[in-house]
C-alpha cells in the first residue's frame, strides 16, 4: 500500500532523462553492446556496461534510496546477464542499508531471480565500512569483511551479485566468504564495471 501512496505522489520518471516511466527508459539504459565481459580471480563476470552516463546517474540514485531503479535493473539483467548456480547478493552495511532504507544488491537479487524463476540465497553479511572514498590500494587491502550469516545454508555452486565493480576487492572478499564455507564460485555480476 505504501508503494502504491508513493507512486501516486511520485510518479516514475528516467533518473537520466526525466521522462516520466521507468527508471531508465529504453533510450538511456546501456545497449546490450555495451555490455562488458571479464574476468576476476579467473571468474568469469559481466556488467551491463561502464560506470559512466546514464547507468552511473541510474546507480547513483538508487544508491541515494530511490527505489524506481530496482525494477530497471532487474528486468536489465533478467534480459542479458549469464547466471551459473544459485544466485547470491553481495550485501552492502547494516548502516548503508538502513540509511537507504533497503540493500541495494539484496533487492536486485530477489527481482532478478524472480524474474528468472531461478534461486537466490541471502547467505552473506557484511562487516565495516563502505569501500566508497578509499583510494585502489586501501581497497585492494581490505579483507575479511563478509561472513556467512548464522544457521545458513550456503549453496555449492553460486553467482555473487553487487552493483558496481571497480577493483574488484569487494566481490573477491565476498567469493572469499562463500569458499571458505564450501561453495564453488561460478560468476560474477554486476550493474557497471568502473576503472579506479
Known sequence: MLDWIRSWLFPSACAACGEPGPALCRGCEPHPTEALSFALEGVPAFALGPYEGALREAIVAMKRGERDPLDAFGALLEERAPLDGVLVPVPTSRARAAQRGFDQSVELARRFAAARRAPYADVL?????????R??????LARGRFRIRRGASVPAEVTLLDDVCTTGATLGDAAAAVRAAGARVRRFVVLARTED
Open 125 to 133: 553479511e557484511k562487516r565495516g565500512g563502505a569501500q566508497a572514498g
Open 135 to 140: 583510494n585502489r590500494h586501501a581497497r585492494l
